[in-house]
C-alpha cells in the first residue's frame, strides 16, 4: 500500500504571496489533517478534512484553507504569506470517524516552505 | 498554549543502554497518548501508544508508561540500538477530538 505523498517536497515563496500544497493520502484513508511543524517546534494542528469538509481547526487565521477531494486527496492554500509561515507542513490521513482521537495518523515527509 | 511539553531538548544514549523520555501534560481532557518517531526528511511514524484505562503498554523494546496523577509519561527504549537515533514526539488526545497536540521533540542519539 502507499504511504501518503505530499508535493511540493521544497519551495520559496515572498512576503504577500499565495501557496498551495498538495497531499495524497494513504490507501483506504478517508480523514486528512494538516499540521504546522515550525523549527524547534513539534506539529501544530491546522486542521483536518472529512467527506470533503473541514471537521475541525486549530489556532490558524481564515487565510489558511484547505480542500479534500473526493479520492480524499487534498490541498493546504495560505494566502497573504508572512515570514512566520515558514516551516515545514505535514500532511496526515487516518482511517475512521474523524471525532476519535484514537486514530493513528500516517504521516508524509512534509513540504518545507520558506517565506521570504 | 503548549499543552504537551517535552523539556529535554536531547538525549545521549550508549548502545545497548535504557533510553528514557519524559513527556508531561497539563490538560486533564487527555485520555490518549503517543509516541512518535521521525527520522530526518522523513513524515513522523507511530511507534507505541497508551490509552488512559491503562498505565503501561510495552511493544518489543518499546514500554510506556502513564502517570495520570502526576500528568506525565515516559517512554522507556531497553535496548538502544543505533537505528532508534531521531526525534520522539510525545503527543495526547482525547477521545472525542480529532487533533493531537505534540511536544517539541527529544532528539535521541544511540552513540556506538
Known amino acids: 500500500e502507499t504511504g501518503v505523498t505530499q508535493s511540493p517536497t521544497h519551495l520559496i515563496k515572498t512576503r504577500g504571496q499565495q501557496v498551495t500544497l498538495r497531499c495524497s493520502s494513504q490507501?483506504?484513508?478517508?480523514?486528512v489533517s494538516w499540521y504546522q511543524q515550525a523549527l524547534g517546534q513539534g506539529p501544530q494542528f491546522i486542521f483536518q478534512?472529512?467527506?470533503?469538509?473541514?471537521?475541525g481547526r486549530g489556532n490558524f487565521p481564515p487565510r489558511f484553507s484547505g480542500l479534500q477531494f473526493p479520492n480524499y486527496s487534498s490541498e493546504l492554500n495560505v494566502n497573504a504569506l508572512e515570514l512566520d509561515d515558514s516551516a515545514l507542513y505535514l500532511c496526515?490521513?487516518?482511517?475512521?470517524?474523524?471525532?476519535?482521537?484514537?486514530?493513528?495518523?500516517?504521516f508524509g515527509a512534509g513540504s518545507r516552505l520558506t517565506v521570504l | 498554549d503548549q499543552q504537551v511539553k517535552q523539556n529535554s531538548p536531547s538525549l545521549s544514549v550508549q548502545e545497548g543502554r535504557i533510553s528514557i523520555l519524559n513527556c508531561d501534560y497539563t490538560n486533564s481532557m487527555f485520555d490518549y497518548f503517543l509516541w512518535y518517531k521521525k527520522y530526518p526528511a522523513e513524515g513522523p511514524t507511530f511507534l507505541i501508544s497508551?490509552?488512559?484505562?491503562?498505565d503501561k503498554n510495552e511493544d518489543g523494546r518499546f514500554t510506556v508508561f502513564l502517570n495520570k496523577s502526576a500528568k506525565h509519561l515516559s517512554l522507556h527504549i531497553v535496548p538502544s540500538q543505533p537505528g532508534d537515533s531521531a526525534v520522539y514526539f510525545c503527543?495526547?488526545?482525547?477521545?472525542?477530538?480529532?487533533?493531537?497536540?505534540f511536544g517539541a521533540g527529544t532528539t535521541v542519539t544511540v552513540r556506538a
Open positions: 490507501s483506504g484513508h478517508n480523514t
Open positions: 496526515a490521513s487516518s482511517l475512521g470517524a474523524p471525532s476519535s482521537g484514537a486514530n493513528v495518523l500516517t
Open positions: 478534512y472529512y467527506r470533503e469538509e473541514e471537521n
Open positions: 497508551i490509552s488512559s484505562i491503562k
Open positions: 503527543a495526547a488526545s482525547s477521545s472525542n477530538d480529532y487533533k493531537l497536540s
